[in-house]
């Protein structure tokens, strides 16, 4: 198995730390200058080879719009994919489109109390999810990959990644960096970042 994980480039949101999650946030120019520069390095990774990849992003528009901006670097139709449900971000209910600086003051302590146990952790909200049960749905996903594959997804995803494929422990996983502007390889059983990068991440 051979997957190649993109996390969409940067928002607005993104900038500003407020969780995205499920909701529908368009890139920014500079996102959209990170998914140029990831089909650049997709294009040096794969080769020749990419003809033989399945393509497959979650539907949310920022996802899309990165996969398209890749495919085009690739010299593929940018249309010419697929999406999958199970690859969405994982939902953060009543949270979403609020910054956990503005949560806090509004909710004293619940932050804290994601902090001791982000995975687990559930926000406020009937579609609210963890990690947990996104690693889940993203578990059902990779069991059903059976060539090698393109996947532009959430930061969310990548650590869920992380966590199965990787073996991190829960908490360990949550905090991963999930950075913008570089790929992740999963190959005979390993997962890692093609390039070194600095700590760091986006709130996701």
Request: hydrophobic share 35%.
């Amino acid at each position: 198995m051979l997957i190649y994980a993109i996390r969409h480039g940067q928002t607005d949101w993104n900038v500003e730390g407020r969780l995205q999650g499920a909701r529908d946030v368009p890139l920014n120019a500079h996102g959209q200058r990170q998914a140029r520069d990831n089909g650049r390095l997709l294009a040096r990774l794969a080769g020749a080879s990419i003809d033989d990849f399945d393509f497959v992003a979650s539907p949310l528009g920022r996802t899309r719009h990165t996969m398209e901006i890749i495919r085009g670097e690739l010299g593929l139709d940018p249309h010419d994919y697929r999406t999958d449900q199970r690859l969405i971000e994982v939902c953060f209910g009543d949270w979403e489109g609020r910054t956990l600086a503005e949560i806090d003051a509004d909710t004293p302590g619940l932050v804290a109390a994601r902090d001791r146990d982000k995975w687990f952790y559930r926000p406020p909200g009937a579609s609210a999810e963890n990690y947990e049960m996104l690693s889940k749905r993203v578990a059902g996903w990779l069991e059903t990959v059976q060539t090698p594959t393109v996947c532009v997804c959430h930061g969310g995803v990548l650590r869920a990644l992380f966590r199965i494929v990787g073996g991190h422990e829960p908490n360990d996983a949550a905090l991963l960096p999930a950075h913008q502007d570089s790929i992740v390889r999963i190959a005979e059983g390993r997962i890692g970042w093609v390039e070194d990068k600095p700590p760091g991440g986006d709130v996701s």
